[in-house]
């Protein structure tokens, strides 16, 4: 099946290699046709320059898709750098990536990723004011997002039950996999909601204050994926809908903040054939870079949540779109992203 409109090719990609801080690596800008180029800085050890050029090109067209099913005035970008093998000076380097970040002259805005911290960024903030993800002034946006992703997927989560289970999250279990920032902060949300919770946590101490604090049981990550719990909402790892586990899912609705939680398209379309409701992840997952978006381009705290508490709506339309063509919710995400990036570049050819 030809999937129109065709993937976006990347606008640009820029070299990063400064032998004097040790910094290595590349900034992809997928798309500024909605604006600037946005997303995170990963910092991550690579076997090679190929693999950190595949990860940054996959990663900044995820971002220009994410931002544009946010409704943001965004484009998609990523930087990545690779981890020195040799001891390096961490603010020198961040230093020398935000000289290169100034370099593009608001084409492309970095903040937080996998490997990179808010003292990275204020290192990046020495070079460029093109950084978002910087310490929040008091009543201000930005400072941690993960609370923000958190009410996102409670919202996507509330529409996702509603559609395909014609119930309430007071009437359900939600297995949650990963108690970190965001996860954590959703078991507290989905508490409050009157749902019963699952969790899985390798740090056990976090996990038995699940139990204490919101009656969670808490299981193996693997016993998880099985429970007999109405929503799965993966908030680990990636790629945790695999070839294997995707029939051993025991949920009927999958919802969660993981990013590239579907190994490959195929296993979308393999929940869909199982009657399993997938919610797209980065339709879901996108309170946190509506938080950067609000820090950078100046919104109040009110305008940042409306927009987050939004995501459910999107995830409607999402899945409206799904139902009218009859293909999967993760299809149909890419195919509403790609269309908007292509209605807006070609407003702008038409302005030039
Ligand atoms: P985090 O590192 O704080 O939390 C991840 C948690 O998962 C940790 O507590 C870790 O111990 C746990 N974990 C690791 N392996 C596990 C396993 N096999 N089973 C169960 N738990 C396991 O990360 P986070 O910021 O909470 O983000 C969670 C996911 O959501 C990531 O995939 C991230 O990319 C994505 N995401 C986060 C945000 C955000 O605002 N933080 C925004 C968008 C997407």
């Known amino acids: 099946m030809f999937d129109f409109p065709a993937p976006v090719p990347p606008e640009e990609v820029l070299c990063l ?5 040790g910094l290595s690596g590349v900034i992809v800008i997928h798309s500024t046709a909605l604006g600037p180029a946005a997303g995170g800085c990963r910092f991550h050890r690579y076997a090679s320059d190929a693999d950190a050029v595949a990860d940054a090109l996959r990663l900044a067209e995820g971002m220009s898709y994410k931002n544009a099913l946010a409704g943001l005035p965004l484009g998609g970008g990523k930087a990545v750098i690779r981890m020195p093998d040799a001891p390096f000076d961490r603010a020198a380097l961040f230093r ?22 808010v003292a990275d960024m204020q ?3 020495d070079s460029t004011r093109h950084v978002a993800g910087l310490p929040a002034a ?9 609370p923000w992703t958190a009410l996102g997927v409670l919202r ?10 014609g119930a309430s999250l007071a009437d359900v279990t939600v297995a949650v996999q990963g108690l970190g920032h965001v996860g954590f902060a959703l078991c507290e949300l989905l508490h409050d909601a009157g749902a019963r919770l699952f969790v899985a946590e390798p740090r056990i101490e976090v996990a038995a204050e ?4 919101f009656g969670a049981r808490v299981m193996e990550s693997d016993e998880l994926l099985e429970a007999s719990a109405e929503v799965f909402a993966p908030c680990a790892l990636g790629g945790v809908i695999n070839a294997a586990s995707v029939r051993r899912l025991g949920a009927s609705v999958v919802c969660g903040a993981a990013n590239n939680q579907l190994a490959t398209p195929a296993e979308g379309d393999a929940l869909l054939a ?3 409701l997938y919610a797209p992840d980065y339709v879901v997952n996108a309170g946190g870079i509506i938080n950067v978006a609000a820090e950078h381009l100046g919104w109040s705290v009110d305008e940042a949540r409306a927009r987050v508490e939004a995501t459910g709506a999107r995830l409607a339309a999402v899945l ?19 269309a908007a990036i292509a209605r807006a570049h070609r407003q702008r050819v038409l302005a030039a």
Do not use: K, N, W
């Not at 009543?139 to 993960?146: I, L, R, T, W």
């Not at 409206?320 to 790609?338: F, N, S």
């Open 274 to 276: 199982r009657g399993i």
């Open 156 to 165: 996507s989560m509330e529409v996702a039950v509603e559609r395909h289970l």
């Open 96 to 117: 020398a990536f935000g000289r290169a970040v100034a370099s593009l002259g608001g084409r492309y805005v970095t903040a937080e990723d996998v490997g990179t911290s």
């Open 320 to 338: 409206d779109h799904a139902a009218a063509e009859r293909i999967a919710p993760h299809r149909a995400a890419d195919r509403l992203a790609r």
């Open 210 to 213: 699940a139990a204490r604090r």
């Open 138 to 146: 008091p009543g201000a946006p930005g400072g941690d997002p993960s």
């Open 123 to 125: 290192c990046v903030a």
């Open 17 to 21: 290699d400064d032998p004097q801080s």
